[in-house]
């Protein structure tokens, strides 16, 4: 199979020729329709985050068709999850999203309690095992999103992070009426579309001068569109962070109605500068999202298509995922990047 694989942190992923990968006990072996491109694979590739076990195929947004699985028996740790999972016996023709949890142990306090996101040794899809820019890939039955067989596999697949980090994020912030997303890209254009529905009214802050972003936040229903540097027409009850940039926080905080949330919802972001308590007084609270649970996912899949969620992508071959990569750390990419194997 041919796959895009990261061989050290900073330099470009380089096309090469692997062996198809073998299915262990309790996996399922994968023919990729289609991988969304994660900001995340953008801070891997890049040296942001670490990235263990080099060198590793990056990508987890996941659609594909099984087409094999490991023999009886399991990996241990989690248990089969909640319905929608593929389960790890799914026959082969079956319809699956892989995402950014792999595997989680099952049995520490967190796992317990229904927080495996917070899993000390979870273990995360193109980061701690290889991943989607390829086209094979074996993952954890138990962890595999069962997926209908209608839609693109290229439309499918950014709802696998970016809508289901998004829908956490959304959840995160509570029963927020007014609703700022600032960074307007894979996630928030999918959220703005899951807040609409359940009733919400979206407020969408834009990198300055991005007129295309702007025009597709009004277009999905959010009532006022400007760059992140403008202050919203009334205050916010929440606000949520999809861009890296930290010094967007002291600014979202200055945005919020005593009593709001800001949600960080990146898993890399850079330094928050000081800002005084003032900003925080009156019950003003910030918190962040740290990966996602299969129940997320669940619940986001079975929401999405009452919304209906419409992704708009912008598609690339898998020989191309060096410029998706390069057109979303330029900014100039609008919706989501999806290398499309199909």
Request: net charge negative; aromatic share 6%.
């Amino acid at each position: 199979m041919y796959a895009a694989v990261l061989e050290r942190p900073g330099s470009p992923l380089r096309m090469v020729e692997l062996a198809d990968p073998e299915p262990a006990p309790g996996q399922l072996l994968v023919a990729v329709e289609a991988c969304a491109v994660c900001r995340t694979d953008l801070h891997l590739r890049d040296g942001e985050l670490p990235s263990p076990g080099l060198p590793r195929v990056l990508g987890h947004q996941v659609v594909g068709t099984v087409i094999g699985a490991g023999p009886l028996g399991d990996l241990g740790g989690a248990t089969e999850g909640p319905e929608g999972m593929a389960g790890p016996s799914a026959p082969p023709g079956t319809r699956v999203g892989i995402g950014w949890l792999a595997w989680a142990c099952g049995v520490c306090r967190f796992c317990r309690d229904g927080r495996e996101n917070l899993c000390p040794t979870a273990r995360f899809t193109g980061r701690d095992v290889d991943g989607g820019f390829a086209e094979r890939v074996v993952a954890d039955g138990r962890f595999c999103f069962r997926l209908p067989t209608g839609p693109a596999a290229s439309e499918l697949a950014p709802l696998l992070c970016g809508g289901l980090i998004g829908y956490r994020a959304l959840r995160l912030a509570g029963h927020a009426p007014r609703l700022g997303l600032y960074g307007f890209g894979s996630s928030a254009h999918q959220i703005a579309q899951v807040a609409g529905h359940l009733g919400q009214r979206v407020f969408a802050f834009t990198r300055a001068g991005d007129e295309r972003a702007r025009r597709l936040a009004l277009e999905l229903g959010a009532e006022w569109a400007g760059s992140s540097a403008e202050r919203p027409p009334e205050p916010l009850d929440a606000a949520i962070i999809f861009a890296s940039a930290g010094e967007l926080v002291p600014a979202a905080l200055a945005a919020l109605d005593p009593g709001g949330t800001v949600v960080c919802a990146g898993i890399h972001m850079t330094d928050i500068p000081a800002f005084p308590y003032s900003a925080l007084w009156g019950e003003r609270s910030i918190r962040s999202v740290a990966n996602l649970t299969r129940r997320d996912g669940t619940e986001l899949l079975a929401l999405a298509p009452q919304v209906p969620v419409h992704t708009h992508v912008t598609r690339y071959p898998l020989a191309g995922a060096e410029e998706a990569l390069d057109e979303l750390r330029s900014g100039r990419l609008t919706g989501s990047a999806v290398l499309d194997l199909s």
